[in-house]
């Protein structure tokens, strides 16, 4: 029996266990068989997350993070939850071994997955020209030719924030019209930087260490051609991971756990849910960060509110005072 499960092990997952740990909830973290440390883990080189000056690399922040959760003795288990009753009181978790946990809080970090190509070279150069981040990876292809795949608002988004950057975008759009609003789509055709490719799809990501070029086909013709590009941004979707709990929780209209902003309570009593898995707009490490932190302190509330379980260690100036 425990007071707080955290499913899921992204800077959310990590930071709500580094709170509920320090608040001495004692938590235990299922951090995933294969997927532990979330989409970090596929990340080269993070600039843009706060206190490392020279950057740092995706795989290394996730591995301090766990570290800190470990410091206050959080217990992580590198397993799947396969099964969860979040209906129940207590909540019940199945493990992929058979084993089961028991807990009268679940926070929910369990991310969102970005929808890729599926495509010759699209994996083997994630990270080294491919992204799904223009705000992550922008600033490394100052003054480069580069692509950005996908006609939805989030490509124009993403095409237009690269050019603060890049030479030229080269914006490859499967049919012959787009997906996004007016407005942005307009903004993108006045862009002298950005040029459209109408009808085209990605063939392959070619290159040996890094992206050097693309292979296009026209998706009416099936003529096939080669574009020279450093880079590849893919925009063409996420899907968050809520096939666990989307016949329990109520979702958004874009997939999303629906949370009681600014808090992180879901429709269910005792479970709460934080990072990607409830964000379609930013998808960022440290705004996964940050709604981790408030996960953990809405359960401590309700542990202390609805159970009597007493807050040994409450978030304040003196406990933030002496960060790990």
Partial sequence: MRNVAVIGSGPAGYTAAIYTARAHLEPVLVAGAVTAGGELMNTTEVENYPGFAEGIMGPELMAAMEGQARRFDTEILFDDVVEADLVSDPKVLTLGDGSQ?????????????????????????????????????????????????????????????LTKFASKV?????????????????????????????????????????????????????????????????????????????????????????????????????????????????????????TGCVAAQDVEHYLADVLGVDEAAPAGPESDANPA
């Fill in 101 to 161: 946990i028991k807990a009268h809080a679940v926070i929910l970090t369990t991310g969102s997955a970005y929808r890729k190509l599926g495509v010759e070279g699209e994996e083997r150069l994630s990270g080294h020209g491919v992204s799904w981040c223009a705000t992550c990876d922008g600033f490394f292809f100052r003054d480069q030719e580069i692509a950005v795949v996908g006609g939805g608002d989030s490509a124009m988004e993403e095409a237009l924030f």
């Fill in 170 to 290: 080269h914006v490859l759009v499967r049919k012959d019209e787009l997906r996004a609003s007016k407005i942005m789509g307009q903004r993108a055709m006045d862009n002298e930087k950005i040029e459209f490719h109408w009808n085209t799809k990605v063939a392959e990501v070619r290159g040996e260490d890094k992206v050097t070029s693309l292979l296009l086909q026209d998706s009416v013709s099936g003529e096939q051609r080669e574009l020279a590009v450093t880079g590849l941004f893919i925009a063409i979707g996420h899907d968050p991971r809520t096939d666990l709990v989307k016949d329990q929780l109520e979702l958004t209209e874009h997939g999303t756990i629906k949370v009681e902003h600014p808090s992180s309570r879901t429709t269910l009593p005792g479970v709460f849910a934080a990072g990607d898995v409830t964000d379609h707009t930013y998808r960022q490490a440290i705004t996964a960060a940050g």
